[in-house]
């Protein structure tokens, strides 16, 4: 992809209807899952983009085999009933979170050395609460990097039970990554969470991705506690994968900000994503949601600013952020301090683009009140984030001049984005 995109306005009002590819978030879930199973598993429906080659790749060099098929969308996965086969690897992955976090997790239960390593910014991203939480179970693992930050060197002697805490208010993922991985331990553990737990569809997504397998934990009602009895063995499963929830968030803004409809098939309200809730907030701010049991369709209105906590749903923040530039008063977001961590500071980085288009943004210590202003035409840096890339682009189909830097970096979970965009907003 070249250097930059110049957004074309759309031409409204929208009528379309799309299905996004997998999620990213149960892919990477399911394939930790298959690759601890007894047995082989079929995964329908995968996302192929950068974030799941990492995982697939990071797989092999541990001696799981990840065979793909219908053009990487589907994945045979031969499972190792619970054991690592690789007494050493070295694991690059990039700049995906999910990876780093569900791996470190996972290479505890070999016998053997592990080291895990990704692109600077991921040298910036912690996991020190990970590795912390592994050492109380009696894993030797350390991290490289000042301030608890990636490389991080697992040196195993199997996973042997045990109790620990975790702080819940970083990443839901470092507790994804354990809740996936403390099964397949020796003995019993269990595992207490400290203060608040982000992002908690997240943890739900994982543990019913995980019961999908045939395993099942004991949480408390607030998933402020998980026990497992330990020596439980994941089951081979063919398993079919939603499309990807945060994607259709691009889309169903889409008729928001141009006005229209655009229904994303494949999606419910019962869907395991939890950003799926992005369309009760563009409810809020005045547009039309029709929810069936196959699909969801969004009708734009007149657009006002609100209020919102969305903790639960942080990873929608730039798009509700995109769609607050053609409210009708400001929009409030908070709840989202742990989002400084993600693949860039994805407060600070908003806030400074957002001032570029003529928004008015003060920065909260937890979130963002954005005041539109007049729009006007800009380059939008992307800081090598896939979100801000997505997100932002959805200004240029009402405002002209909006050119995105560095579009190639929607490759990390969404590799076809300006494509489908353009066809879901262009009149044939």
Not at 131 to 141: K, Y
Request: with cysteine; proline share 5%; charged share 20%.
């Amino acid at each position: 992809m070249s250097d930059s995109i110049t957004i074309a306005p759309a031409v409204g009002p929208l009528q379309a209807e799309v299905r996004p590819p997998g999620s990213k978030s149960i892919t990477n879930r399911a394939l930790v899952c298959a690759a601890l199973a007894k047995g082989a598993s079929t995964l329908t429906g995968a996302l192929v983009s950068d974030d799941t080659q990492v995982m697939i790749e990071s797989l092999g060099r541990l001696g799981i085999s990840v065979a793909l098929s219908d053009n990487g969308t589907t994945l045979r996965v031969d499972g190792s009933g619970g054991k690592i086969p690789a007494a050493e690897a070295e694991l690059f992955i990039g700049n995906s979170g999910t990876t780093i976090r569900f791996l470190t997790a996972m290479v505890s239960l070999g016998q053997g050395t592990y080291r895990l390593d990704g692109v600077p910014r991921m040298r910036e991203r912690p996991i020190g609460d990970l590795v912390n939480a592994l050492a109380q179970l009696r894993v030797e693992a350390s991290c490289e990097s000042p301030g608890g930050c990636p490389p991080v060197l697992v040196k195993a002697t199997g996973l042997p039970g045990g109790s620990a805490s975790v702080r819940g208010n970083i990443s839901s993922q470092y507790l994804s990554g354990l809740l996936m991985a403390i099964p397949s331990a020796a003995g019993p553990v269990e595992l207490a969470i400290q203060g608040e737990l982000v992002s908690q569809p997240y943890v739900q997504m994982t543990l019913e991705v995980m019961r999908s397998f045939g395993v099942e934990l004991t949480a408390r009602e607030d998933l402020s506690q998980f026990t497992s009895p330990g020596g439980q063995i994941y089951q081979a499963c063919d398993y079919a994968i939603e499309p990807d929830a945060s994607a259709a968030s691009y889309f169903w803004a889409a008729a928001a900000i141009v006005g229209g409809s655009v229904t994303v098939a494949g999606l419910s309200t019962e869907s395991l994503q939890g950003d799926v809730a992005i369309v009760d907030l563009l409810e809020q701010m005045g547009c039309q949601v029709d929810r069936h049991s196959d699909r969801i369709t969004v009708t734009g209105g007149k657009l006002k600013g609100i209020s919102a906590n969305m903790n639960a749903v942080s990873d929608m923040v730039q798009t509700i952020a995109a769609v607050a530039l053609f409210a009708e008063g400001p929009t409030e977001i908070t709840g989202v301090a742990h989002n400084r961590h993600k693949e860039t500071d994805r407060i600070g980085a908003l806030a400074t683009e957002l001032r570029k288009l003529g928004a008015e943004v003060d920065e909260l210590e937890d979130g963002l009140r954005i005041t539109p202003g007049p729009l006007r035409p800009a380059s939008v840096e992307t800081y090598d984030d896939h979100r801000m890339a997505m997100s932002l682009s959805l200004v240029g189909l009402k405002q002209p001049g909006i050119e995105i830097l560095d579009p190639g970096c929607t490759s990390k979970t969404y590799p076809e984005f300006f494509d489908d965009m353009k066809k879901a907003t262009s009149r044939s």
